[in-house]
Each structure stands twice: as structure tokens, then as C-alpha cells.
């Protein structure tokens, strides 16, 4: 299964739904057999480029806090130990290997340490992962003062620190500093080494006792001890593509609407469906949290499903700001050995005869393959059934030298090595390349041939082939598209991201979409003013057309129905969610951008000072806690009670509707969180959102530990940090 981005789940701005959606994802793992789920990753959205931000909750550390602490408790519900990472500083993807995070003692234990510790002192976390940098000079792995000193003794985890896979470079000092668990095993600086470092008294016997304590305990837990009683295994509901649709729903930010939304199917016939993200939904961000579906519904699916056979529907993509080609589907391809879909992966010798043969079925978008030392090449040949005449476009996913034979037409080659020898890099974000061949409808032999790079650390290569069809020119699609948005009913654009651009192990370089898609918006919505543009994406992009089409909906990665939750909003489904992060107006409007270290060092100067806490007013698109209800909300009142404040407000609307009450903590002219809660309330009745103000929220951290501000302490109140109509005071 798979879910929607945790982007979008923060979006809901609800605790309650973040533990649904652990125990929906507890009970799926469950019933895999997992007892691990390496979820969820708390750091902060500190620079909107960072390449994990759709994986991350929040840029508040008191939204993340919630957010984790619902979501851990609600996959430990089910028996399955949730993995809190990555502790701590990873907020950014350059060099996340080695750099050295330097963060001020205050804005560590303020902003980057909550979301962990609520995991684990509230939600009792199980697992913790140790993150691959440094932070304050002392690699996470062997920082002994914050896996111990501060998760073990001061907050008592009594769990397992596992480190990030290949994160542990060392045998004593990781083995002393608190980590339990090396991954991956068995292999690494452990093994024979730590036994070694036992009996020569480098590493004290107890220490190692320990950590077999706390895998033991966690085996238990989840029922992975033999003996021990297994926790009750939750069914996973029938209704669970429902659920997943609702949660997409839920995250979805209205940011702009003039009234064209909802849409209604009456008197509709005739929709255009545009953009790049129409055609390739992006369901879910880059890296080793994908997974691969059953099912993806696509924007047209959803539509159809909504509207019925008697609308007509034209789908233009517009422009192709894809950073890869597709995969080659399965359907289009045959081993010309079998004739089962997929393709003939052969591996050579250094004098071309072949060593073995495999089919691969079906092609997949790529695969890892393990080199032996006699193989000098790859070829991969496939079958290909073209639908159509032109020019067709095949891409090569992988490093070393790629040659495309096709008959009757002259070999094309082309090589693509990799810097450094990090195999995250390669198996993560594999560079790409891409061949164009003549060739009439109808089956067509291709062959691949792949020399592979040899000057790396690991026998290990990977392939991949994706596909693209005869097209018109850039410039022909785009006027298509325009065509279309001219004589339709109502234009609904999807634009955004992918999975290649948003990606574990690489930061984004610019804020701006790809390609020409703000091209695309303008042209559309100069077209036809009854246009809705979707963003799809779980980031914030730069978005400079924003006032210019009707409505506009901020749909983030909306896993596998993602289809048919945009379509639900789109007609009338009320979108739940407000921004977890701040929307900047432009790239120089942002705080703190850069997310690439200064030799080797990664400098925290702004302390507490991230996101909307530091945007100036001008700066800011949409604000923190921004989204639109297809109601108005009057804010009637605020009261004090102890440390929780009462907030009434009326949906003045005709219609029912979903509210984020926010309260803010104002104090030197900054604004921080302090507490939230969502209301619902039918048309004309008032209702009273209870926010309980946490004595952290009034606290600051000394050199003697935390401490209570003096008050009294003036909240403010209202729908996003832009919109705080109502003040009260606690004392």
C-alpha cells in the first residue's frame, strides 16, 4: 500500500489521524510479516530545497512533535516497533554522509530534539536510528552525549539505536557511545572486531550485554522472540483503499479559490486535463521510502469515475519536465527468447560469448545487479511492440557505457560514470540517458549493451530502460494543450514534481519548477479563466502565476488513490488540510536556503530561526497553517483556562466544514506554536476548539536545563500565522 507523503499527513494538522494511519500501516505490515517499520523521519524542514522534505512532517518542531508521537503510538498498536530518524541534524541530503552540523545548544533541545523526544518519552518509541552526520563535531554514531547521555539517561529510552545503513564507520567508539544495533549485518565494524574489543577490555562486557538486552526486549515486543507471547495482530480493513483516499483528502490545501471550486458535473461537457503530472501522477517522493503498488489511480481515472462516460475528457501533458523517462511497461515489451513480457538480461564474458541468461519479468524501472568478476558486459534485449510511427525514445538507467542497437540503423553510445563511491548514490539516484530511434509501428528488436564502471568499492551495477512515445515538439504539445483549455468547460492543470526530483541523497538546487510548466499555467489560465491548477508535489515550489487561475490546490505526493482524492475535492469533498510549512514568494524570500556544507560544515547560525518564525511578511506566498475551506469561519472568542486557552468560532458558511485552530505564543515581536486543535461544525453553529498550551511551549532551555518564562504570555489566535484575529493572555 501506499500512503500519502507524511507532507500531506502533517497537513492534516491532527494527532488523531496520524495514529489511524500508523495503525493502518501497523496492520499492513503485520500481516507482511514485518516487525520493523523504519518510520517515521522527524527532522525539520529547515531549507525547503532539503531533498527529504515530502518524508519530513513540519518546519514547526511542536506540528512534528504531534505528528510523530500519534503515528509512533498507532504502528506500536499493532505489534510493529516503530524506527524514529534520523537522530539527529539530517535535515539536508549534500554530503549527508560526513558533515558536520553545527547547532547551538539552545536550538537543539527548542527545535531539532522535540520531535524526538516525544516519540519516545509520550509515544514510547521502540527503535531509533542514528543519523550518518555529525552534529557539533562528533558523528552521530559515536556521539555518546545524545544517544546516551541525552536519549538513554535523560529521556530513558529503553529501546533499540540502530544505525543508518553502512552510518557506523567504527568498532569501539560506536560500541561505547550507545549504539545497539549496526546495520546492515552482519557484515561491518562489528562482528569479530567488537568480540575482539571485549576481550582485550576496549569495550566492557556489560556494555555489550546491554545492547543484546534491548534487541531481546525488542524482539519481544513484536513477537519475534521465540516464546515470547505475540501481540494481537490488527486485521487490515477491507475498506483500506477508502482510508487511504480520505487521508489524501484530508492533507489537501486549498490555497486559492475565487468560487470555481467546488466544481459541479452539472452542465459540464467537455473537460480539459493538462500538464505533465496529469499524464505521470507523482505518487509519492524519491529514495528508499518507495514502494511499489498494486495500483496508482490517475488523475483521469478519477475524473471519469466522477463525472461518467457523457463528459468528454481530453488529457494533454503540455510540456515534460520529467527528469527520466517512464519505465518501459511491461506490456511493450518481450523477451525475444520466451515472448513473456519483460526482457533478456544476458551476462558476457570479456570474449562476448555468454556466461548466463536470465529473463526479467516484467521490465522493471531498474534492478541491482551483482557483478562477477569474469563478467565484462551486459546486454539486455527486449521485443518491443511500437503502437506508433515517429520518433520513439528509450532512456538507459545506470553507470558505465551504454550502446542501443537497433536493426537496419547506425549503434548510438554513451557513457555516464559516477563521482565517489557511495552506493546510495547509484542505487538511489542513478543517472539517465536518453536515445531517440526512427521507427514504424509494429515489433522491433532493440539490444542494450552496458559496460559497466569498474573503478568502484562494489561489485554491484544496475540497469533500467524507460520508454516514451512519438510525440509533437515541445512547442506543438504546449499549443495543443492551449487549444484544448480554450474550448473546454473548465481546465484542470496538474503540475509539480517527481521522484527523481525530490529524492532521498540529493537536494534540490532551485525552488523553481522544471522545464517550462510556469509557461504552461500562464498560457492555460490566459486561455480559459475558469482554470484549476493541482500542484503536485511534497515540497513548496516557487509559484509566480499563483493569482492568475480560478482556484488552486496543493494536492503534495497522494499515494496510491491519488486520483480519485483529487477529483473528490475537486467536487466538492472539503480539503482538510493547512500548511505544515511555509509557501515563499521567491527563492530570496527564504531564510535559510542553502543546504550545502562549507568545508564539511553546516553551519545552524540562524538558531531558532527557521521557517515562519523568520520569513519577513512580504516574503511569504502562503503562510504556516494556511488552507481554505469550501466554508468562512467568523473567530468569536478566546479564553484562558490555566494553561489551555478555549476558542470559539462559527461556520458561517452554507455548508459543513473542517477548522485548524491555531494559537501562537507571541513574544518580542516572534511568533512560535504553542497549540492547535480542528474543529467541525455544520452551517451556522458555533462550536469550541480546547487547545492545551504544553509547559514546554512557555519554557526556554539554559545552561541549567529548561526553564519557565515569566509571564504573562499573550497568544494569538486564528487560522495560519498571517490570520490571527482573537488575543488572550496566560499567566
Excluded at 50 to 79: I, K, N, T
Excluded at 419 to 432: C, E, F, V
Excluded at 710 to 715: D, Q, S, Y
Aim: with cysteine.
Amino acid at each position: 500500500m501506499l500512503f500519502p507523503s507524511p507532507t500531506s499527513l502533517a497537513a492534516t494538522w491532527d494527532e488523531e489521524t496520524a495514529r489511524e494511519t500508523g495503525r493502518l500501516m501497523g496492520a499492513r505490515a503485520r500481516e507482511m510479516g514485518v516487525h520493523v517499520l523504519l518510520a517515521p523521519t522527524v527532522n525539520l524542514h529547515r531549507s525547503p530545497l532539503g531533498g527529504r522534505h515530502f518524508e519530513c512532517y513540519s518546519e514547526d518542531p511542536l506540528l512534528s512533535a504531534r505528528m510523530a508521537a500519534g503515528f509512533v503510538e498507532g504502528v506500536q498498536s499493532a505489534g510493529v516497533a516503530a524506527t524514529v530518524k534520523h537522530f539527529v541534524g539530517n535535515d539536508s541530503e549534500t554530503e549527508r554522509m560526513t558533515y558536520d552540523a553545527r547547532i547551538g545548544e539552545a536550538a537543539l533541545r527548542e527545535v531539532y530534539l522535540p520531535p524526538f523526544e516525544a516519540a519516545v518519552r509520550e509515544a514510547g518509541a521502540w527503535v531509533v536510528m542514528a543519523a550518518y552526520n555529525r552534529v557539533n563535531g562528533e558523528t552521530m554514531t559515536e556521539n555518546h552525549r545524545l544517544l546516551t547521555g541525552v536519549l538513554k539517561d535523560e529521556w530513558g529510552f529503553d529501546g533499540v539505536v540502530v544505525s543508518d545503513w553502512m552510518a557506523a564507520r567504527s568498532t569501539e567508539a560506536t560500541a561505547l557511545a550507545g549504539l545497539d544495533l549496526v546495520m546492515p549485518g552482519p557484515d561491518g565494524p562489528w562482528g569479530d572486531a567488537l568480540v575482539a574489543a571485549v576481550e582485550d577490555g576496549r569495550v566492557p562486557a556489560e556494555v555489550v550485554d546491554d545492547k543484546v538486552l534491548r534487541v531481546l526486549r525488542l524482539a519481544a515486543r513484536t513477537g519475534a522472540l521465540e516464546g515470547a507471547p505475540a501481540p494481537p495482530a490488527p486485521a487490515v480493513p477491507r475498506d483500506v483503499r477508502d482510508r487511504l483516499r480520505e487521508l489524501a483528502v484530508r492533507g489537501s490545501v486549498l490555497l486559492r479559490n475565487d468560487g470555481l471550486l467546488p466544481l459541479r458535473a452539472e452542465g459540464l461537457r467537455r473537460v480539459a486535463l493538462i500538464g505533465p503530472n496529469a499524464v505521470r501522477l507523482a505518487a509519492q517522493g524519491g529514495g528508499s521510502a518507495h514502494v511499489t503498488p498494486e495500483r496508482v489511480v490517475t488523475p483521469l481515472e478519477g475524473l471519469r469515475r466522477m463525472l461518467g462516460d457523457d463528459v468528454q475528457i481530453t488529457v494533454h501533458a503540455g510540456v515534460f519536465p520529467h527528469a527520466k523517462l517512464p519505465p518501459l511497461p511491461g506490456d511493450l515489451a518481450a523477451d525475444p527468447e520466451t515472448s513473456q513480457a519483460g526482457v533478456r538480461l544476458e551476462y558476457r564474458a570479456a570474449d562476448g560469448s555468454v556466461l548466463s541468461a536470465e529473463h526479467r519479468d516484467p521490465a522493471p524501472w531498474w534492478f541491482p545487479i551483482v557483478l562477477a568478476d569474469e563478467v565484462r558486459e551486459l546486454v539486455v534485449r527486449a521485443r518491443l511492440t511500437l503502437t506508433a510511427s515517429g520518433v520513439h525514445r528509450l532512456s538507459v538507467l545506470g553507470t558505465g557505457r551504454h550502446t542501443l542497437r537497433v536493426p537496419g540503423q547506425d549503434d548510438q553510445a554513451h557513457e555516464q560514470l559516477q563521482d565517489g563511491d557511495d552506493i546510495a548514490a547509484l542505487l538511489l539516484n542513478p543517472p539517465s540517458h536518453t536515445f531517440t530511434f526512427q521507427a514504424p509501428a509494429g515489433p522491433v528488436d532493440i539490444e542494450v549493451r552496458i559496460e559497466p564502471q569498474r573503478n568502484l568499492p562494489y561489485p554491484v551495477t544496475l540497469a533500467g530502460l524507460g520508454y516514451e512515445p512519438p510525440r509533437g515538439t515541445d512547442e506543438e504539445e504546449l499549443a495543443a494543450a492551449e487549444a484544448a483549455a480554450r474550448t473546454a468547460d473548465v481546465a484542470i492543470v496538474l503540475v509539480g514534481s517527481d521522484a527523481d526530483t525530490e529524492t532521498e541523497n540529493l537536494d534540490r538546487t532551485t525552488l523553481a519548477l522544471r522545464g517550462r510548466q510556469d509557461e504552461l499555467v500562464r498560457r492555460v489560465c490566459a486561455a480559459n479563466p475558469r482554470t484549476v491548477v493541482v500542484v503536485n508535489a511534497g515540497a513548496p515550489w516557487l509559484m509566480p502565476w499563483a493569482e492568475r487561475p480560478g482556484a488552486l490546490l496543493w494536492a503534495w505526493f497522494p499515494g496510491q488513490e491519488g486520483g480519485d482524492a483529487i477529483a473528490d475535492v475537486l467536487f466538492g469533498a472539503e480539503p482538510g488540510g493547512r500548511l505544515p510549512t511555509t509557501f515563499p514568494a521567491t527563492e530570496g524570500d527564504v531564510p535559510v536556503l542553502s543546504t550545502r556544507p562549507v568545508d564539511g560544515v553546516l553551519d545552524y547560525a540562524e538558531g531558532d530561526r527557521i521557517g515562519y518564525r523568520a520569513y519577513r511578511a512580504e516574503g511569504v506566498l502562503f503562510p504556516f497553517g494556511h488552507g481554505l475551506s469550501y466554508t468562512t469561519w467568523e473567530y468569536v472568542r478566546a479564553i484562558s483556562s490555566g494553561d489551555a486557552v478555549e476558542v470559539t468560532v462559527r461556520n458561517a458558511g452554507d455548508r459543513p466544514g473542517r477548522e485548524v485552530v491555531q494559537a501562537y505564543l507571541e513574544s518580542s515581536g516572534s511568533l512560535r506554536l504553542a497549540g492547535f486543535a480542528a474543529v467541525e461544525a455544520g452551517p451556522g453553529q458555533s462550536v469550541t476548539a480546547r487547545i492545551e498550551i504544553a509547559p514546554r511551549a512557555l519554557s526556554r532551555w539554559t545552561g541549567a536545563g529548561w526553564a519557565r518564562a515569566e509571564g504573562p504570555h499573550t497568544l494569538r489566535i486564528g487560522r495560519s500565522t498571517s490570520d490571527l484575529p482573537l488575543t488572550c493572555t496566560l499567566a
